[in-house]
């Protein structure tokens, strides 16, 4: 979906995101409040210099607006793989980015991610599955990595991964997959300004990923050690 379209049906009450070079930066209105609009748009890789005005955006709006809620409008096909942002350290620029959002939401951010279009590897770990909630289109395009390119790197034929795909969403991409893992807590469909307030005014407390992907039986043991670690006690395998 076209980001301006987006923003006309996400904001009817107006908004002034910008769009520079793919990243998109700006205020909305939503419900009388004022939210903070951060993103990317055509497909951007995310290289040394978007992950740094991301978090440029993201440390202004905790100095000159604490508290103001910062919705992340994702679509990326991750990390720039250029030899000039490996050597520049992009592990360490993404790792910033993530560390700005984290502490956005310690002094009080209500951080929202929403993938309109495609989010893929490390830059959707950096945004959408760093925020508070994450919520996808029905059309937007969610994966690791392809699986053309899974079986290059794991020497594990397609095939076999493409039988994998089908009763594994680890293996799968797509909204539904990481819907059914806890990764993304809904998919938006109708009235998405409807959506976005209630998004905003539910109250939120923890990290309920885990916990959703155990109810949906998308990721079946990731709750269960959590639960061990805290309790001191036994893994229970299966």
């Known amino acids: 979906m076209d980001w301006k379209k987006l923003a006309e049906t996400l904001f009817p009450e107006g908004h002034t995101i910008v769009e520079r070079d793919d990243f998109l930066s700006g205020a909305a209105q939503v419900d009388g409040q004022t939210v903070a609009v951060i993103g990317t748009t055509g497909h951007t890789p995310i290289g040394v210099e978007i992950a740094l005005a991301q978090a440029k955006a993201i440390l202004g709006t905790v100095r000159d607006f604490p508290g103001r809620p910062i919705l992340m409008l994702i679509d990326t096909q991750g990390q ?18 993530g560390k700005c959002v984290d502490l956005a939401r310690r002094k009080g951010h209500k951080i929202i991610g929403l993938v309109y279009d495609q989010a893929l590897s490390g830059g959707f770990i950096t945004s959408g599955l760093m925020a508070d909630a994450c919520h996808a289109l029905p059309d937007a395009t969610i994966r690791v990595m392809g699986l053309p390119a899974m079986a290059r790197i794991t020497k594990v034929p397609e095939e076999l991964l493409t039988e994998l795909a089908e009763s594994n969403p680890v293996f799968a991409p797509g909204p539904e997959n990481y819907l059914r893992m806890g990764g993304v807590e809904s998919i938006w469909e109708g009235d998405l300004a409807a959506q976005l307030r209630a998004s905003l005014a539910q109250q939120r407390s923890g990290d309920k990923r885990s916990a959703l992907g155990l109810q949906r039986g998308g990721r079946r043991l990731a709750q269960p050690v959590i639960d061990a670690v805290l309790s001191g006690g036994d893994v229970v395998r299966g």
Request: proline fraction near 0%.
């Open 80 to 97: 720039r793989l250029r030899h000039r942002d490996e050597m520049l350290g992009i592990n360490s620029y993404m790792a910033h980015l």
